[in-house]
């Protein structure tokens, strides 16, 4: 059977599980760097990472502040008080035996999430709780052995968990890349997800339409990118269902994702809570926080995506347009905030809409080019200027063009309309001047046929004599007063 005819007997439902890594200095109980990228194996650990006897944890404040943020993020309550657990089992990346996290009282309550797709509908994903626990370390598998590098080890992350309210492989895609940017939007995590900031678990079962109960469910760890939740989702999905219809059953286990060959496979069977062994840590304080602080940090966040969504459509913008400016903003923060630019113009809605448009239309694809380098220059001004300019009719859209991409890799800010002056760009836009080439064109023995085709009604060839106009005066005369004239002599 097909993709769709499965589809057409069975439901897909989907629950996600998120690690976010923490954008701390230190990791969360121990003073040691939290940045281990590049760094030679077991070169940022401490005693505590180690677990060592009597080597005791202290808290890390800074992600806790992160954790009060991400609450917000995902529309959920921050608990007043919170509590560590000990979660046990066995990994050689886990030195204490154990890992810490938050079982039974975690800092972030329900929440709900509303994340676009790419149709320009929505899909709402409740969020069960997010909890913060450190991450274990890391197994390099050679052959038939393996080394450990305890780097990693004591990460601060939370975990998001959502409810299984995803029905669709689009779904769990669109689920994913919201959580990316709420989270990097609200400064909680830096987003690197080749090194894996943020890790996806999809959760997925399969039933046959209309059934009472979900069915066993198998759990495709660590996923790093949004195509492969996506992928990940559609393979999975087919799996259980072609097993289905065989009449076999379905195995709760954790499987693991090959990105290389687009397939799951099996790798250990799918414990449950209590085959950990959850236990209260007795070595960390609760988390107490009081309304003040949390209301306090949480003021202090940047706006979130949804508030730049409501913001962008105020100024006319599409859903396509809105989207392509919140993944440019991740992707090119750090060398220019293009959002930015444009709330600077939100007091004039026209000129907010302009810029808008011409960074998803010009800047984004220029900042896409590894080649491309960005200036010091200050781009919004830039902008400004080449908007007032086309505003006055003094450039085409085609000179700002390149007005614009002659600039805005240098390092100075320039009088914008002297320098589009200088290299000729600036249109004659003087009536007298234009019309006398009008007419030069009208009566040349080559635009007889053109000038006949427009006395008879057809519109369409009036290209043609403002493709004349526009050679004759070497590409200065002002296309639209051009053919303003045309119109009135013919």
Not at 25 to 30: H, P
Not at 382 to 397: F, H, I, P, R
Request: charged share 25%; glycine share 6%; proline share 4%.
């Amino acid at each position: 059977m097909t993709t769709e005819e499965l589809l057409q007997k069975y439901d897909m439902t989907i629950g996600i599980e998120c690690h976010v890594q923490l954008a701390t200095n230190t990791k969360l109980f121990s003073a040691t760097d939290n940045d281990a990228r590049d760094k030679a194996p077991n070169s940022v650990v401490s005693p505590i990472d180690y677990g060592l006897p009597g080597m005791l944890p202290v808290l890390n404040r800074a992600a806790v502040d992160l954790a009060i943020k991400a609450g917000k993020a995902l529309g959920s309550e921050v608990a007043r008080v919170s509590r560590f657990d000990r979660k046990h089992y066995f990994y050689p990346d886990l030195p204490k035996g154990y890992q810490t996290t938050q079982m039974y009282h975690p800092i972030i309550l329900a929440g709900e999430i509303e994340a676009p797709l790419e149709d320009g509908s929505s899909v709402r994903v409740r969020i069960h709780h997010a909890h913060m626990e450190e991450d274990a370390g890391k197994l390099t598998h050679y052959g038939d052995y393996s080394l450990v590098d305890l780097n990693r080890a004591g990460t601060p992350l939370i975990e998001i968990v959502s409810e299984p309210d995803i029905h669709s492989a689009a779904e769990a895609k669109a689920f994913a890349t919201e959580l990316y940017r709420r989270m990097t939007f609200a400064g909680v995590t830096h987003g690197d997800l080749y090194h894996g900031n943020m890790r996806f678990d999809v959760n997925l079962s399969v039933a046959p339409k209309g059934a009472s109960e979900l069915g066993n469910r198998a759990e495709v760890k660590n996923l790093n990118s949004f195509k492969s939740v996506e992928k990940a989702a559609e393979y999975e999905f087919r799996r259980q269902a072609e097993l289905l219809e065989k009449g076999e059953r379905i195995v709760q286990e954790t499987r693991g994702w090959d990105d290389a060959k687009q397939t799951t496979s099996s790798q250990r069977s799918k414990e449950d809570a209590q085959d950990y062994r959850y236990m209260p840590d007795a070595d960390i304080p609760p988390i107490i926080l009081t309304d003040e602080e949390i209301n306090r940090i949480q003021s202090e966040m940047p706006r979130l995506p949804g508030e730049w969504r409501e913001l962008l459509r105020g100024v006319g913008l599409d859903h396509l347009q809105i989207e392509t400016l919140l993944d440019a903003e991740n992707e090119y923060r750090e060398r220019v905030s293009i959002l930015t630019i444009v709330e600077s113009f939100i007091a004039d809605t026209a000129k907010a809409k302009f810029v808008a448009i011409w960074n998803v239309n010009t800047l984004v694809p220029l900042l896409r080019d590894e080649s491309f380098s960005l200036g010091a220059i200050d781009v919004a001004l830039l902008e400004s200027q080449l908007y007032d300019l086309m505003q006055s009719s003094k450039l085409s859209s085609n000179s700002a063009k390149a007005v614009f991409e002659e600039l805005i890799a240098t390092d100075e800010t320039v009088d914008v309309e002297g320098y589009a002056e200088s290299k000729g760009y600036i249109q004659e836009s003087d009536e007298n001047a234009i019309a006398a080439i009008v007419d030069e064109v009208i009566a040349d023995p080559a635009s007889a046929k053109a000038v006949a085709d427009i006395r008879a009604g057809n519109d369409k060839v009036i290209g043609f004599l403002v493709g004349q106009i526009m050679k004759k005066s070497q590409g200065k005369a002002n296309p639209a007063l051009a053919q303003k004239l045309i119109r009135e002599r013919l």
